[in-house]
Nanobody, 126 residues
Framework: QVQLVESGGGLVQAGGSLTLSCTVS????????VGWFRQVPGKEREFVAAISYSGDDTNYLGSVKGRFTISRANAKNTMYLQMTSLKPEDTAVYLCAAQGMAYGGASARPNDYHDWGQGTQVTVSS
């Protein structure tokens, strides 16, 4: 079965840093674009960051540019989200996702993503 498992969430103070990991199994990884989304109760899922299948292109939500970095380690079937200068408004459940079509770019569109993790909670205190 396809599994995307996030880890690394937790409670941090504003201004702190956190790195999330997502390990993918049961499906191809290296030939597909992947991304991170976040969700808070009562709000729609929000795009955070994406990286193309090749790793050459990235895309970020404007409010996280310069603070978050998405990366991938294809040999480990793992993607990462390095978060720095965290703000209380970054508090959310963060989900990783992999696209359904091969050789995709750094898409911000949820519909482009076929498989999703269950999410990991990130809480930033003020």
């Amino acid at each position: 079965q396809v599994q995307l498992v996030e880890s690394g969430g937790g409670l941090v103070q504003a201004g702190g840093s956190l790195t999330l990991s997502c390990t993918v199994s049961g499906r191809p990884f290296s030939g597909y674009g992947v991304g991170w989304f976040r969700q808070v109760p009562g709000k729609e899922r929000e795009f955070v960051a994406a990286i193309s299948y090749s790793g050459d292109d990235t895309n970020y939500l404007g409010s996280v540019k310069g603070r978050f970095t998405i990366s991938r380690a294809n040999a480990k079937n793992t993607m990462y989200l390095q978060m720095t200068s965290l703000k209380p408004e970054d508090t959310a459940v963060y989900l990783c996702a992999a696209q359904g079509m091969a050789y995709g770019g750094a898409s911000a569109r949820p519909n482009d993503y076929h498989d999703w993790g269950q999410g990991t909670q990130v809480t930033v205190s003020s």
